[in-house]
C-alpha cells in the first residue's frame, strides 16, 4: 500500500513502487481522491482508490506500507484514515517504508517515540520532538521500519524495504 498525495517527491514514489512491482507485488496507491496526481517534478501517477476507500485495518491486508516524501505528507497527516493506517500496520507488526518527508506522517500517529530515523532535514526537529533518535544515514532500520532522507537514498531504501519482505 502506497500513500500518497498531490506534490510527492517523484523518484521516491516512482523507484520503490516499481522496485515492488518488479520483484511480483501489486499495488494499491491511495490518495485523498482516486485518479491522477502529480509529483513536485510534474510525474503523473494514479491513485487507485481514494483514502476513504481504504479498509478498517489496511496492515491486514497488505504486506508493507510505503510512504514517499515531498509535500505530500504534510497533508495526508491531516486525514484520519492515514493516521489509523500507520497505527494498523505498527500493530500488527507489518513493515513500513518512508523516506525524506513520510515520516510525519509516523509521527501524527505516535509511532516514532523510542525509534531510530532518519528524514529530510527540515522534519529533523520535529522527529527529535516526536521522540524518535535521529540518526543521519542514508538508511535506517528499527524492527520493522525503514528511514532514508531523500532521493540520493533510493537504493538503500529499497534494498532495506525488500529484506522487510523477505526479498535480500
Do not use: W
Request: charged share 20%; proline share 6%.
Amino acid at each position: 500500500l502506497i500513500l500518497s498525495a498531490q506534490n510527492f517527491e517523484d523518484t521516491e514514489l516512482i523507484c520503490p513502487m516499481n522496485r515492488l512491482q518488479e520483484a511480483g507485488y501489486a499495488i494499491d496507491l491511495a490518495a485523498p481522491q482516486a485518479g491522477n496526481f502529480q509529483g513536485k517534478v510534474g510525474y503523473t501517477v494514479q491513485a487507485n482508490m481514494s483514502v476513504s476507500e481504504l479498509p478498517e485495518d489496511p496492515g491486514s491486508e497488505y504486506e508493507l506500507l510505503l510512504l514517499p516524501g515531498g509535500k505530500a505528507p504534510a497533508e495526508l497527516r491531516k486525514l484520519d484514515k492515514v493516521v489509523q493506517a500507520a497505527k494498523s500496520f505498527d500493530a500488527l507488526g507489518k513493515p513500513i517504508a518512508s523516506i525524506c518527508h513520510g515520516p510525519q506522517i509516523l509521527i501524527t500517529a505516535g509511532l516514532l517515540h523510542g525509534k531510530n530515523a532518519t528524514c529530510y532535514s527540515s522534519v529533523l526537529e520535529e522527529l527529535k520532538e516526536a521522540g524518535a533518535n535521529y540518526l543521519d544515514q542514508e538508511v535506517v532500520v528499527d524492527v520493522n521500519y525503514v528511514f532514508s532522507r531523500y532521493p540520493g537514498d533510493i537504493p538503500a531504501f529499497n534494498r532495506e524495504m525488500m529484506r522487510q519482505l523477505g526479498m535480500g
